[in-house]
């Protein structure tokens, strides 16, 4: 986990963000996270792999956090501070749901297969490094886009994971190198998710007492 992900300078305002590339991003995200997302879905079931269908949904909830994202862009701070509220809950919310999922695998999942895990990781690889390189520029604004440079960076660290586990599988035969990355996988979403709510409500609390004076 890089150690500016945990510093927190003062936001850019929205005037001096190149707002049309940013859209344009953010329009090439959703695209590629929705495609992915119908890969890794079907790859997962296939392969029987929890971490290939964990990633199949964080795609699904990234492609969700770029259409809002697009959708309050132009908006006031306040309304994308609180656009940025709604995805910290989606990925704390994912989280939570490949633990509880991770953790009823391990009473009994069969041994998913390497060969399709490794081949789907890479491919994902790929997909998140162009975005999050796409993102890298605006991922000190603020707490809305803070939130799309964190989600694009988690992906492509539980990308590299999943190809881990599909090695740690191959050479172990047994499920539990993909169950310990699903379990990471949500760590990194927990984490994600608190990181983005602070920042929010710091800015939903700015814009408070600017209103108080």
């Known amino acids: ?21 940013y859209r344009r991003v953010l329009w090439i995200a959703l695209l590629v996270n929705a495609a992915m997302f119908a890969v890794e879905l079907g790859a997962g079931y296939r392969a029987g792999s929890l971490s290939l269908l964990a990633d199949a949904i964080d795609f699904a909830g990234d ?14 701070l306040a309304w994308r501070a609180r656009a940025a509220v709604l995805k910290g809950l989606c990925m704390a919310g994912f989280g939570l749901f ?4 991770a953790v009823w695998g391990a ?12 081949v789907v990781g890479a491919i994902a690889l790929l997909a998140n490094v162009g975005v999050a390189w796409m993102l890298y520029a605006f991922r000190e604004g603020d707490a809305n886009m803070r939130s799309v440079w964190l989600c694009s960076r988690n992906d492509a660290i539980g990308n590299l994971a999943v190809m881990g586990a599909a090695a740690g599988v191959l050479g172990t035969g047994t499920a539990w190198p993909d169950l310990a990355v699903a379990a990471v996988m949500a760590a990194l979403a927990l984490q994600g998710g608190w990181l983005v709510l602070r920042q929010a409500r710091g800015e939903l609390t700015a814009q408070a007492h600017e209103h108080a004076h």
Request: proline content about 8%.
């Open 1 to 21: 986990m890089s150690a500016h992900c945990c510093q927190h300078e003062p936001p850019k305002p929205a005037a001096i963000v190149d707002l049309a590339r």
């Open 63 to 76: 492609a969700l956090n770029y259409g809002v994202s697009l959708a309050v862009l132009s908006a006031a």
């Open 98 to 101: 490949v633990i509880i999922r």
């Open 107 to 118: 009473l009994g999942g069969a041994v998913p297969d390497a060969a399709t895990m490794g």
